[in-house]
């Protein structure tokens, strides 16, 4: 099965010639690439392997992959989920058990060196225990798996920075793939969970050409994570002109103004949502009234409040203004002492200059 | 890059322990000048006075940040371009939204802001007022041969957060999180700074026209 190309296996399943082109724009747009990709795009497809994907949940909620499995079809989403043979994926896969670990280690064992692995949820290292899958540690079944790969994606921000479970005072000592994986490449798919079109993007990229999009500091493809929420928010001339909803309800709201003040963390967040959107391009959380959380930057969750504006500080700062008054004064009226001291001495020291001393002083001077 | 694992951490940093120490310092030197100066005290005055102390007091306040003819004829860049620098810097420092809201944090105070174009123009003509001084500082001898480590060091963390306030307001350095919290770095220097340099004239100022003033009203003088 896996021999067959994304060509034959569109072709088995009566797509036509122009459908096949159809589906190749989609993907380009998919992929954020110019138009003038597409023949390129068509040319590498017409020859492209499916490819083995083993998927390897860790510390995560499900969200990740409901988020990927929600997307109603046929979409492009789902056309690309079709098309890679997943061989190993435990929410999903009818096998359990030792079938199920068998499926993971016959996919690799046939792919090896070639497979993808994509990871949701991050891995405690503070005990294995807390996270297991057949008796193996989280950390066991990544090197394991990871040994044979031809790349690893990240799914989702716990896998890809740490998530949530990585949030002060990370009790299970939670780390990202990127901080276990050094040998292969790791593309980071952040969100909380991230877009679906983000996901098959990036796999599509992968399919097609074979290699991986070109990355961003913390390892995102930039097609998707180049831009600021902020700097393609449809709300921005709403900043730019001093316009603030205040309240989630007040005037300012009902006429779309900007959520800074509330809380709103697009200016540090890189992400897609304001372009791509959600649910079929329905809408995003920022058109629909909330604020951005930030959720595809590493260790959101403590990064304060989600409804403390940007500017302000987030620690302790009255207390730390309490001692600094208390010890201010104490400093102060002692420097004043001091200082009154200084004076007083001085004064004391002060010896009077008579007239006589100044007309004594002449007369030695005219000697 | 070890101190921080990535920019989001080092802006956490400065929005929380970089400012807890920062404001801390800064009130603490304020009320060591602040008291230096109270607990100091005056000899009491047993003349009788002729007028009221507080009136004239406030009054001189805002009567002396008119210029008088004498100091502009003397020197009329230096009272240009500082009038022209305190206006733009109120103007970022009071009408920034984000601004606004810092001290609406601490303070409980809230007030409209402006559009950004407004702060946009005030940062550049504020920069630029800055360099202008500079430039006047270097290349007059006197200024120049009176000019100590100090005055530069005031024009210095002065100049950085318009700057970095700037490159963050137009996005300049990547990613985000950096510019920003660089921009709050270099406000706290300032806050650190302040009390100890003559930039604590920002307050001082108030309690010398207020003495001079009142002093005046006590004589019966008109100031
Ligand atoms: S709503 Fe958020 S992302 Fe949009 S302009 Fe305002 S601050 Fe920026
Ligand atoms: S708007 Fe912000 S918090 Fe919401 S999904 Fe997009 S990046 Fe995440």
Redesign the pocket.
């Known amino acids: 099965m896996n021999k067959q190309t994304l060509f034959e296996l569109l072709q088995q399943q009566g797509v036509s010639r122009r459908g096949f082109l159809k589906y190749c724009t989609a993907l380009t747009s998919l992929m954020a690439l110019p138009a003038s990709m597409i023949s390129t795009v068509a040319q590498a497809l017409e020859s492209a392997r499916r490819p083995s994907v083993i998927w390897l949940s860790f510390q995560e909620c499900t969200g990740c992959a409901e988020s990927l499995l929600r997307s109603h079809s046929p979409t492009v989403e789902g056309l690309i989920f079709d098309h890679i043979s997943l061989d190993y994926q435990h929410t999903l896969q009818a096998a359990a058990g030792e079938a199920a670990e068998h499926a993971r280690e016959q996919a690799m064992k046939e792919n090896y060196g070639n497979y993808l692995v994509v990871v949701d949820g991050s891995i405690p290292l503070a005990d294995p225990g807390y996270s297991t899958i057949a008796g193996m540690s989280n950390l066991d079944m990544l090197n394991d798996t990871v040994a044979g790969a031809a790349a690893v994606i990240a799914v989702g921000t716990c896998s890809a920075y740490g998530g949530l479970p990585h949030a002060a005072p990370n009790p299970t000592g939670a780390v990202s793939v990127s901080s276990l994986i050094k040998d292969k490449p790791v593309i980071n798919v952040p ?2 969970p991230p877009i679906p079109t983000v996901i098959t993007g990036v796999l599509a990229h992968y399919l097609t050409f074979g290699s991986i999009p070109e990355l961003d500091r913390l390892g995102r493809p930039k097609v998707f994570y180049g831009q600021s ?1 902020h700097d393609r928010c449809y709300r921005r001339p709403f900043y730019d002109k001093g316009l603030f909803a205040e309240t989630f309800d007040d005037e300012g709201a009902k006429k779309g103004w900007c959520l800074y003040r509330l809380g709103c963390k697009g200016p540090m ?1 890189y ?1 897609a ?1 304001a372009t791509l959107k959600w649910n079929q391009q329905t809408s ?3 058109e629909s009234g909330h604020g ?5 930057e590493p260790d959101f969750w403590d990064a304060g409040s989600f409804y403390k504006a940007l500017s302000i500080p987030d620690g302790d700062y009255a207390r730390a203004a309490g001692y600094a008054v208390a010890s201010g004064v104490v400093l102060g009226a002692a420097a004043g002492f001091a200082n009154q001291k200084t004076k007083s001495a001085a004064v004391s020291q002060h010896t009077k200059v008579s007239v006589d001393d100044f007309s004594l002083n002449q007369k030695d001077t005219n000697k | 890059m070890e101190l921080f694992s990535n920019a989001n951490d080092f802006l956490l940093w400065t929005r929380g322990d970089a400012f807890n120490i920062a404001i801390g310092l800064f009130i603490i030197g304020i009320l060591i000048r602040l008291l230096e100066i109270f607990l100091l005290g005056r000899k009491q005055d047993f003349s009788e006075p002729r007028g009221s102390e507080w009136g004239p007091g406030l009054k001189n306040i805002i009567t002396r940040s008119v210029v008088d003819n004498g100091t502009f004829k003397r020197a009329p860049f230096v009272v240009v371009v500082g009038y022209i620098w305190h206006i733009c810097f109120f103007i970022i420092l009071l009408f920034f939204v984000p601004h606004i809201e810092l001290i609406h944090a601490m303070l409980g105070l809230k007030w409209p802001g402006l559009g950004s174009q407004f702060i946009d123009a005030s940062a550049v003509i504020a920069m630029v007022a800055l360099l202008a001084m500079l430039w006047h500082r270097l290349t007059h001898p006197v200024l120049k041969f009176l000019s100590t480590f100090e005055d530069y060091l005031v024009w210095l963390v002065t100049f950085l957060p318009l700057l970095t306030g700037y490159i963050a307001f137009h996005r300049m350095i990547d990613p985000y999180p950096l510019a920003l919290g660089l921009h709050i770095l270099s406000v706290e220097l300032l806050l650190i700074v302040f009390p100890f340099t003559k930039l604590m004239h920002a307050i001082t100022l108030f309690i010398a026209r207020w003495y001079t003033g009142a002093m005046m009203g006590r004589k019966g003088i008109e100031s």
């Open positions: 969100g909380c929420i967040t992400n949502c995003w959380p920022v951005c959380l930030g959720c595809s």
